[in-house]
Nanobody
Framework: QVQLVESGGGLVQAGGSLRLSCAAS????????MGWYRHAPGKQREFVAR????????VYADSVKGRFTISRDNAKNTVSLQMNSLKPEDTAVYYC???????????WGQGTQVTVSS
């Protein structure tokens, strides 16, 4: 099994930046795509970004395109999310996700809180 631990959340003013990181451990050889999702109060968890195993393919939610960048370092078993030009509506708990093998259901981290003040 894979375990995921996120870090890097916090409080930032609108227009600021944060960088989230997620460290994977355990059966990391089974990980294919990795991604980030978020869950804001009163809303359903939503997709943010996803990256392929080799890092050559990425996809973003329209709401973050041009502001957020996902990357991964397979040598360190980490995936990161650089978040720039943050908006109050980006406030949420951000979750790292790892897609193992052919499974459609990802393994989740515990989440990290991001709060953007106006």
């Amino acid at each position: 099994q894979v375990q995921l631990v996120e870090s890097g959340g916090g409080l930032v003013q609108a227009g600021g930046s944060l960088r989230l990181s997620c460290a994977a451990s355990g059966s990391v050889f089974s990980i294919n795509d990795m991604g980030w999702y978020r869950h804001a109060p009163g809303k359903q968890r939503e997709f943010v970004a996803r990256i392929s195993r080799g890092g050559g393919w990425t996809v973003y939610a329209d709401s973050v395109k041009g502001r957020f960048t996902i990357s991964r370092d397979n040598a360190k078993n980490t995936v990161s999310l650089q978040m720039n030009s943050l908006k109050p509506e980006d406030t949420a708990v951000y979750y790292c996700a790892a897609f193992e093998g052919r499974s459609l259901a990802p393994t989740w981290g515990q989440g990290t809180q991001v709060t953007v003040s106006s």
